[in-house]
């Protein structure tokens, strides 16, 4: 008898729960931008040029670059949509807004403790071959806007469509710190991107989400050195990226407050 008791008290407070949870969404419904909240998790790998300018008081310049791909790259991202104009009963344009938090770690020749050499030409040149191979780690925070094409469940809220796409183009500023062997700095910039994104509805939203950004991405610069002069040498380095591709697994944690269908659509 007790333990009926207690079955029939959690079955109540369940069914309590559902119920508040279903009026909540219908007569305090969420503002439309809470319901298009999302919230996830990014795998990002960037590619970049490394450079060192280095040359001593006696005229000797053992300056060099390289070309590298970061080894890891795991970060988070949030983000809200701001509904522009609806172009369709399928579809509308929105203004994507976010926020990115992604950490880069780099294996790039570093000069410390590296002798020099003289190359065939006669020039002195660093010798690489007993160099240490030093992982760089930079961090990085991106503020993505860009102008999304909707279609589907994330367009109009709708729990009865099921899946959902997003195409979009915008632009992303950016700031990011790296530090390695030899040199730290800053870097500030901003970049083009394009996203395409799919998503499915059950029980809440999820989305699949590939983002590729292209151009000037500096994780830092020969100007936001903190390190710049050392005894007998003027050192500048940068690590300048080129290109930046982001997967990300998404969840619309409040999209249990959608409509249960729209009377626009014929799904």
């Known amino acids: 008898m007790k333990h009926l008791f207690s079955r029939s008290f959690l079955l109540l407070i369940v069914l309590t729960a559902t119920a508040f949870s ?10 439309g931008v809470l319901q298009r909240y999302e919230i996830g998790y990014s795998y990002s790998v960037a590619t970049a040029t490394y450079k060192r300018t280095e040359v001593a008081n006696n005229g000797l310049d053992t300056s060099f670059s390289q070309n590298v ?40 020749n570093t000069p410390s403790f590296s002798g020099v050499i003289t190359d065939d030409n006669g020039n ?16 990085q925070m991106g503020l993505p806007l860009s102008a999304d094409f909707k279609f589907g469940n994330d367009a109009f809220l709708n729990k009865n469509v099921r899946w959902g796409a997003t195409m979009g183009i915008g632009v992303m500023p950016s700031a990011a710190m790296t530090a390695d062997f030899d040199n ?17 509805f059950a029980g809440i939203c999820f989305k699949l989400r590939a983002q590729y950004a292209y151009g000037y991405i500096p994780f ?9 002069n050392w005894s007998g040498y ?17 969840l619309m944690p409040f999209s249990w407050a959608w409509n249960e269908r729209g009377w626009w659509n014929s799904y």
Not at 184 to 200: H, Q, T, Y
């Open 234 to 250: 003027n050192v500048k380095s940068s690590l300048i990226g080129k290109q930046q591709i982001t997967f990300s697994l998404i």
């Open 124 to 139: 002195v040149v660093y010798d690489f071959r007993n160099s240490i191979y030093f992982s760089g780690v930079s961090m």
């Open 22 to 31: 279903q009026a909540a969404a219908q007569w305090f419904g969420l503002p």
């Open 69 to 108: 791909t970061s080894k890891n790259g795991f970060g988070g991202m949030i983000g809200t949509a701001v509904p522009l104009k609806r172009l369709s009963d399928r579809c509308m344009l929105a203004l994507g807004i976010g926020y990115t938090y992604n950490m880069y770690t780099w294996d790039y």
């Open 184 to 200: 730290a700095g800053f870097g500030f910039g901003a970049a083009p991107f394009a996203k395409a994104e799919l998503s499915f």
């Open 220 to 228: 830092y610069d020969g100007k936001n050195n903190l390190v710049g």
